[in-house]
């Protein structure tokens, strides 16, 4: 059994708890091992022309998702960090749409982005992996907001599987 259990609600903001309450009862770890699996299955299935793709104008291309949801993993892979060595600083917010306006995706290759993913999902599950029951508890601060460690890796799974959602219901994707 993972030493990682379930979060109260108090452990993160309300904000979060969308993302939280996706994962599914059980061990977290081996969810995100599986739904790191399942997700690159889904990426390899897309080429360049696909993943340019947008449901619709003024929205995300699936190269843009795809960024987002890799920013997103290591912001909150650091945040957890920092806690879990105890840091006292309040991590830093990340307004998702100030980070989209910095950065292209589209001119990237989808093989590039898939492969970055897939970097940042090893080294978040080397991390994650690393943290003891006790460490799950430590508790911190993110954007003005309290969190346990635990909580960010329940952030991390379900914000991935919101935007799995997005992309099969709004792009028609697997």
């Not at 979060?7 to 939280?20: I, L």
């Not at 997700?39 to 993943?51: G, I, Q």
């Not at 945040?79 to 980070?99: G, V």
């Not at 003005?144 to 919101?162: C, K, M, Q, S």
Request: charged residues 25%; aromatic residues 10%; proline residues 4%.
């Amino acid at each position: 059994m993972s030493p990682i259990s379930r979060p109260e609600r108090s452990e993160y903001a309300t904000y979060y708890g969308g993302y939280v309450d996706l994962v599914p009862e059980g061990d977290v770890l081996a969810q995100l091992r599986c739904l790191g699996v399942a997700t690159l299955d889904l990426l390899e299935s897309l080429d360049d022309v696909r993943a340019a793709h947008r449901y619709a104008p003024g929205k995300w291309s699936i190269k843009q998702l795809l960024g987002h949801v890799i920013d997103g993993e290591r912001v909150f892979a650091h945040r957890a960090l920092a806690i879990a060595r105890q840091d006292p600083a309040d991590q830093p917010s990340m307004e998702q749409d100030d980070w989209m306006a910095a950065v292209d995706f589209d001119r990237r290759s989808w093989a590039s982005l898939v492969a970055e993913y897939r970097a940042v999902r090893a080294a978040t599950l080397a991390l994650f992996e690393s943290f003891d029951a006790e460490t799950s508890l430590r508790r911190g601060r993110a954007s003005g907001n309290p969190f346990t460690v635990r909580a960010l890796v329940y952030v991390v799974a379900g914000h991935e599987l919101h935007h799995l959602r997005v992309l099969r219901e709004r792009y028609g994707v697997g």
